[in-house]
């Protein structure tokens, strides 16, 4: 019984350790350079390389600042042929929460074939104009211009 209580504390410790680690590389993280570096990766035509860049994009949105990358998700999202590639870049586009990646995400509802990803993007422009009192259709058309 004392083992286990010892093994525990253990185990434990390990894992605040290694939280702490995480938290502490979290702020010391030059966002600015990793938006950067994402936006090449978007910008580079390799699907491979533009998805693993739209995964960060999902995972750390909140702390970019993405302006040519959104274009680029915007461009895979509305014209791409790869339907996983295409989700992935509509989640990447509400993640980073913009009045322009929500513009794109309006255009893409507009031709878009499949049901789901159509009720998707309601759900998130809808939740976008919850958060954002006043925003009309027309926002959304203007945010592209």
């Keep these: 019984m004392k083992s286990h209580k010892l093994l525990s504390f253990f185990?434990?410790?390990?894992?605040?350790?290694?939280?702490?680690q995480a938290v502490a590389q979290e702020q010391i993280t030059d966002w600015e350079a990793f938006s950067v570096n994402l936006e090449?990766?978007?910008?580079?035509?390799h699907p491979g390389l533009q998805q693993s860049a739209m995964q960060r994009v999902v995972q750390y949105g909140d702390k970019l600042t993405l302006?040519?990358?959104?274009y680029h998700m915007g461009r895979i999202f509305c014209f791409g042929t790869d339907d996983q590639e295409r989700r992935l870049a509509l989640v990447a586009l509400a993640k980073v929460n913009t009045m322009r990646s929500m513009g794109y995400i309006y255009k893409g509802m507009a031709t878009e074939d499949n049901d789901a990803v159509k009720k998707q993007c309601c759900c998130i422009l809808n939740d976008y104009c919850m958060a954002n009192a006043g925003i009309t259709e027309e926002d959304f058309k203007l945010a592209l211009e």
């Design 67 to 70: 302006d040519d990358g959104i």
């Design 11 to 20: 185990v434990t410790l390990i894992i605040f350790t290694f939280t702490l």
């Design 40 to 45: 090449k990766a978007l910008k580079s035509g």
